[in-house]
């Protein structure tokens, strides 16, 4: 019997100026364009995760600040689901020594014109969705997000 488990990742929307925080990467050799984003580790927040995603992919500090919204999809391609946590906050204190995960090839500051242009090279429907929902105004508190660290006293 296959049991069947969505793969949780989060991502980040984090603007300035009017510009994205996005990722340019290499997937298949083909280049694609997504938010800071990633896969839920074990033992480990989701907030957590979004922060070290963020750093290990772009070299910049993620503040997180709001939950932008919980995204459901189904790549037909692979054949998996997605439950993706988008966050939405600021960056500071790039590191312009670190090195950016393997794949990655640039972090880029985009225009939401220049994302759109993009379309076609983005990672998947979540991303421009995402942004979409933030310039919107979706916000939920963090608060709303709640990690159980211990197993039950049975």
Not at 128 to 149: A, C, H, Q, V, W
Request: contains cysteine.
């Amino acid at each position: 019997m296959l049991v069947w488990k969505p793969r949780v990742t989060v991502a980040v929307v984090a603007e300035r100026q009017e510009r994205f925080l996005m990722v340019e990467e290499m997937i298949g050799g083909a280049t694609r364009f997504n938010q800071p984003a990633g896969h839920l580790e074990d033992h480990e927040s989701l907030v957590a995760a979004a922060v070290r995603e963020c750093r290990e992919e772009t070299a910049w500090q993620f503040q997180p600040r709001s939950l932008v919204g919980i995204y459901r999809w189904r790549s037909q391609r692979k054949q998996d689901t997605f439950l993706r946590f988008t966050f939405c906050g600021t960056c500071s204190n790039e590191d312009k020594q670190q090195a950016l995960d393997t794949g990655i090839v640039a972090a880029h500051w985009l225009t939401l014109e220049e994302i759109r242009a993009r379309k076609d090279q983005l990672r998947s429907p979540m991303v421009l969705k995402s942004i979409e929902d933030y310039l919107d105004g979706k916000r939920y508190p963090l608060e709303l997000l709640t990690d159980m660290n211990q197993d039950p006293v049975s």
